[in-house]
């Protein structure tokens, strides 16, 4: 059994060659019975929900802050030192080793397993999927500050902004993002001729097998989402405590676990 966001004729849509991949699709549908399930429900949100959001640090900090002003500041800034405070406050800027290129990190503690950037230096420079799973694979907290309200002029850090998402994501990373607005505006189109249609193709072409163009942005949002919540945070506290079973000076170019 397999299940997939994509109806078997919709896989690798848009994708580099996929004459050679249709044969593949064919053999699914042939041998495989394919169940649409249709269902509407956003099941991340309905977890979120039953679960509560996440509260973390002194003054129980959420994990996802807004507007971008020195309350949010304060309290994103409080939650780092309560962090890295039970772990002596050894904080400071490090690197990580990617293929022979070096991934700078302005601000992180290895015992605490946590990293601290600006939306700038996470977003805004040409970083790519492999540096954002050495992240997430050295991580167990991630901070990421001064998110915008992203548009259409902002195309390319909103896909590596799905990018990042997806992979902290999938190694259930602690994410803690502070933004200029609440969630559900974080991404919109703007001005007179950039409407929703544009902007959803925008997001289409840049996102790799997107099928329906908006979809990319819909998991991200639903995935914020649910990195929101009680429950997520315990599982990724529970990965956590089993990344700090690693010997301390491991180094942080070759720390990999299941």
């Given amino acids: 059994m397999a299940t997939s966001n994509r109806a078997p004729s919709e896989l ?3 994708g580099l060659q996929r004459d050679s991949f ?3 699709i064919d053999d699914v549908e042939q041998r495989c019975a394919v169940v649409a399930i249709g269902s509407t429900t956003d099941y991340r949100e309905k977890a979120t929900t039953s679960s509560g959001m996440a509260r973390l640090g002194p003054g129980a900090v959420s994990t996802y802050l807004h507007p971008l002003d020195g309350t949010t500041a304060d309290a994103v800034g409080g939650l780092w030192r309560s962090l890295t405070a039970a772990h002596g406050h050894r904080t400071g800027p490090t690197s990580l080793l990617l293929g022979g290129r070096t991934l700078h990190i302005p601000e992180a503690s290895e015992a605490a397993r946590a990293a601290r950037f600006r939306f700038d230096a996470i977003c805004g420079q040409p970083l790519g ?3 954002y ?3 997430a694979k050295t991580y167990a907290t991630v901070f990421v500050e001064g998110v915008p309200q992203l548009t259409l ?3 390319t850090e909103l896909r590596r902004l799905i990018t990042m998402v997806d992979a902290l994501y999938d190694a259930q990373v602690t994410l803690v993002l502070s933004a200029a607005v609440p969630l559900e505006q974080l991404f919109v189109s703007s001005g007179a001729d950039s409407h929703a249609d544009k902007f959803g193709d925008v997001i289409g072409n840049i996102v790799q097998d997107s099928g329906d163009e908006m979809f990319a942005v819909r998991r991200t949002l639903s995935r914020l989402q649910e990195m929101r919540s009680q429950a997520y945070v315990a ?6 405590l089993r990344m700090e079973s690693l010997p301390a000076n491991e180094p942080t170019s070759v720390v990999m676990w299941d």
Avoid: N
């Avoid at 599982?235 to 956590?240: D, E, I, L, P, V």
């Fill in 12 to 14: 690798y849509l848009r």
């Fill in 22 to 24: 249709l044969p593949f």
């Fill in 129 to 131: 999927p492999d540096d």
């Fill in 133 to 135: 799973l050495r992240i």
């Fill in 153 to 155: 002029s902002q195309a």
């Fill in 235 to 240: 599982r990724s506290a529970s990965r956590g």
